[in-house]
Each structure stands twice: as C-alpha cells, then as structure tokens.
C-alpha cells in the first residue's frame, strides 16, 4: 500500500476521501485554487499546495500543476475524485507516465468509454443492449433526418463528449430537428471543445438504474447491485436510492451480468458504474459508463456496509477484491439527497454567496452527512453549487424515506436560495412513495 495520496479535486468528494486514507494510514495532500485557500479539505489534509487561480481552468484542470504539487509532496498515488479529469485520459496517462499510480482504470479504459459513440458501438459488439441510434450525424442534414426517421420521434440528440446533462435536446418531430442540431452541436463544443454529436431514440416514461462495479488486476469482477437514479433535473441526479424500488430480482440479474460483461470487454480495473436506461417493459439500454467513483457512491456503501474509497485504494495497491460476489450482501434500503445553492423557481439557476446560516444534521446511525461547507463560507460561481448530500438507510423504503424527511426538516440554510423544499416535496409526492 502507498503511503502519500494527492487528491486532484475539492469540495466534499476530497473529505471523503481524506477520510479513508486516515482511516487507513495514508498521508493526504489537497490542492486548492485561490478561492477555496481556506476550504475544510484544505484543512483536513495533511498537506496542501496551491495550484492556480479561481476557476477550474486556472486550477483544477491544470494538469502539469497537479502533478507537479504530487511531485513536490512525496505523493506515490493520485485520486481524481469525480468531476474536473476525473474521466480525461490524457491526465491518467500523464500520471502513469510521471511514476504515481492512478486511483482508476488504465487510460485506455478510460478513453474508451469517455466518447459515448465509440463507447455504444463497442457495447453492441459486446452483446450490451444499447438504445437504437446513429453514431455518424456530421453527415448531410437530408441523410441524417433519414437516420431519425428510421429510429422514429421523439429523439434525442447527444454530445459524444458529453456529461452532466450537457449537449443534450430532445426532438419531437422534424420541424425541430435542424435547430436542435445547431444547438446541441454549439452547447457540446462550448462545454467539451468536441462538436461530436450522436443520435438516440427517447425511451419515453424511463428509469435511469446503474450498476456499480469493481475489477481488480486478477481479472476478478464483482458488482454491488443496483442504484436508481431517476429523479433529475437538467438532466443531473437529485435523489438516488438503492435497491431500485422498481428492480425485480430477474432484472437485477441480467443487468448486473451486462454491466460485468461491460467491465470485461475493456478488461476494466477498478471501480466503476455501467449506466443504464429501463423501459416500462424492463427492457434495458446501455448509456455510459463512468469510469471513476460516483457522487452517489454513499447509496451504496449504506446497503452493502462497505467503504468504497477504500476498495480503490486496495485495487489501485496491487491488491485482490476485499470479497468475492456471494461475500457481498445488500441489507435494507438507502436514499440519498443532494442540497444545492440553486433556485427550483428559476429554472435551477446557482444560488452563489455567503452561506450565512447553516444548520445540518448530525451524523448517526442510518443517516450520513457529507459536506465541505460551514457557516460563513461562500458558494462561488466557479464550481458545482452542492452544498450537502444527505444519505438515510432503514430496514425497508419507507423507514429510509422518514429518516431522510425529517433529516431534511432539520437542515436550515440561510444566505443563498436552496432546492431544501423540493427535496421534501419530492420526498412526500404520492407519485415517489409508490416508486413510479
């Protein structure tokens, strides 16, 4: 096992992980930009460098900085986090090249599932369902209208590049189509500097379930059931429980076996999460795979009582899986919440400012808090505007639902606009208590 990790991220996701390294012996070095010199994973590390500017392009995504403040700290390991290169190849292999073990799958595995295009097409030879689509849509606009009228409306056209909801829109009929085109195509270059466009049809009435997986260098893979997913806005995760209240055990299966046979094909190493798309039918599409820790990951270290910051350390280690499939067991049901500084009324817009008041809840059994903030701090307009997640485990959905309401019921925030009532809300909807 290392000894020194770099965490190249920030916010919550690098608390939890300082957590476990604590936990588990290892020194822990943060890196900060200038607005967040003073933020709680600053605080919590053992070390800390300096590595740019405000926002994420002055910092964060400045790869020979990152790798120079893990050169400087004695770092032998570095863990991305989620978000910022989490999923960029190039920074994988630049930190194989520089002699530090990456906390996640070869660059190869990594390139080959961050084009969605590329990814669909290795899925299908794989035997992964995937959603009918087109792959090719920089072609003549007559050919391409060919392609959605083959697929049939409504359709979705995607940025190949894409994440987090963005490069995404939705066609209802042609009428629509050309415009959308430009639109998505202008989005997904500004967002990924990709233009790179993929066509898809619209499963109508769907749930968003993935599959968490973890493969070790002993061509050893197991998954950790499922999570569902399906309560977004802007196309981004809000709630996300486990088990899916809608997975029944013959659907489990066979979307747990595609997600292995997914992980195989890349010849995958570490953890990961085989997202998918189920019809009213359970009939189920591929959608991506993320190829890094998920910000939902709690969900499933509530069901499963396993820590799963440290199962990739020991992967990442050289070691085996800490326990085979029938060794990993789901016990009761967890939901999580993510509170965020954005107004439900405007269209989710952020909420940035001085978080003048906040109040949450204090970790118990069966409920979990994960935060980087505190009263006085500042949500800034440089980064994602989460401000908590809020994770309840009961021994059944409706036991986990009480604790995570009244949990929310106790959180108080003062100084930004908040979603605290639409979680709740959300929570209470007669539509959400019957799982639809």
């Known amino acids: 096992m290392f000894n020194t990790v770099l965490i190249a991220n920030r916010g919550e996701i690098a608390c939890r992980i300082i957590v476990t390294a604590r936990k588990m012996g290892i020194r822990s070095i943060a890196v900060y930009s200038d607005a967040d010199a003073n933020a709680r994973h600053v605080r919590l590390a053992d070390a800390a460098y300096r590595v740019g ?28 986090g989620y ?35 590329e990814a669909r097409l290795l899925m299908a030879r794989a035997g992964v369902p995937v959603v009918p689509g087109c792959n090719v849509l920089d072609v003549d606009l007559k050919v391409t209208l060919g392609e959605a009228r083959k697929i049939g409306y409504p359709v979705m056209i995607k940025a190949a590049a894409g994440g987090g909801g963005r490069g995404i829109r939705v066609v209802r009929d042609e009428l629509e189509f050309q415009e959308a085109l430009k639109s998505a195509k202008r989005e997904a270059m500004a967002a ?14 769907p749930r968003h379930v993935e599959i968490q997986i973890f493969a070790d260098q002993f061509h050893n893979l197991v ?36 997600a292995l046979t997914a992980a195989r094909e890349i010849s995958y190493v570490g953890a990961g999460t085989v997202e998918f798309v189920v019809d009213r039918q359970d009939n189920f599409y591929f959608l991506e795979m993320n190829t890094r820790i998920q910000v939902e990951h709690r969900v499933t270290e509530m069901l499963t009582r396993q820590d799963l910051v440290e199962w990739q350390f020991r992967i990442a280690a050289g070691e085996p899986l800490p326990l085979s499939q029938d060794q990993i067991t789901m016990d009761g049901h967890a939901i999580e919440a993510r509170v965020y500084a954005e107004n439900p009324a405007r269209n989710f817009l952020p909420s940035p400012g001085v978080i003048t008041h906040l109040r949450l809840p204090k970790d118990r059994p069966g409920l979990c808090v ?34 995570l309401r009244r949990a929310l019921v106790e959180t108080r925030v003062a100084g930004v606009a908040t979603n605290l009532k639409l ?12 799982g639809k």
Request: charged letters at 25%; a negative charge.
């Open 83 to 117: 978000g910022f290169l989490s999923e960029n190849s190039d920074f994988a292999q630049s930190c194989v090249d520089g002699g530090f073990v990456f906390i996640g799958p070869s660059p190869d595995a990594v390139r080959l599932m961050g084009a969605k295009d």
């Open 223 to 258: 998954h950790m059931f499922e999570r569902d997913c399906s309560i977004q806005r802007r196309y981004q995760k809000v709630i996300e429980e486990a088990p899916g209240p809608t997975v029944r055990p013959e659907l489990r299966q066979n979307v747990t076996e595609a």
């Open 423 to 434: 979680l709740s809300a959300t929570l209470r909807h007669k539509e959400f208590i019957g």
């Open 53 to 80: 500017g405000p926002s994420v392009s002055e910092s964060y995504l400045r790869i020979e900085a990152l790798l120079d403040a893990a050169q400087r700290s004695g770092a032998e390991a570095i863990h991305p």
């Open 370 to 403: 994960d935060t980087s903030l505190a009263s006085g701090d500042e949500i800034t307009p440089y980064y994602d505007p989460m401000i908590a997640k809020i994770i309840a485990w009961g021994t059944d959905r409706d036991d986990a639902l009480h604790t």
């Open 192 to 205: 990924f500097g990709n233009d790179r466009l993929l066509l898809e049809k619209l499963v109508r009435d």
